[in-house]
């Protein structure tokens, strides 16, 4: 049976600092996916909390542009059709330094993190 979910800004709600649309897991009988995936958008000028867990990710721009600053020294600018992927435990920061909202699928696995210690 196919399930269709649709991306859709008015689905979303305030977290981490952006508007964000839990895709996957979703709610019901289903059995859990392998992994997870949201829906995010940042108002121009706006910017994520930062971000720390012991996921794979994955970051695919769907609309607008932006920038992924990971562990305070690397920036990598982003935009509509690019797709990034971010190393397990690295701080990480998504900014909207244009002038239209970015809009960004986010993918990671497993969808539980594995227990770690964050670096201080």
């Known amino acids: 049976m196919i399930t269709r979910l649709r991306v859709?800004?008015?689905?979303?709600?305030?977290?981490?600092?952006?508007f964000c649309q839990r895709i996957l897991p979703?709610?019901?009988?289903?059995?859990?996916?392998p992994f997870g995936a949201m829906a995010l958008w940042v108002e121009p000028g706006g910017r994520s909390g930062v971000d720390y867990h012991t996921q794979?990710?994955?970051?695919?721009?769907?609309?607008g542009s932006g920038i992924v600053h990971m562990d305070g020294?690397?920036?990598?600018?982003?935009?509509?059709?690019d797709m990034l992927v971010l190393p397990p435990r690295h701080r990480h920061?998504?900014?909207?330094?244009?002038?239209?909202?970015l809009a960004f699928l986010d993918l990671?696995?497993?969808?539980?993190?594995?227990?770690?210690?964050?670096p201080s």
Request: net charge negative; hydrophobic share 30%; glycine share 8%.
């Open 8 to 18: 859709d800004l008015a689905s979303a709600t305030p977290e981490f600092g952006l």
């Open 73 to 81: 020294h690397e920036d990598e600018p982003f935009s509509a059709g």
């Open 108 to 118: 990671y696995w497993p969808v539980h993190e594995i227990p770690d210690e964050e």
């Open 26 to 33: 979703w709610s019901g009988d289903a059995p859990e996916p």
């Open 56 to 63: 794979e990710e994955i970051i695919l721009g769907l609309s």
């Open 93 to 101: 920061v998504v900014s909207n330094p244009g002038s239209e909202r």
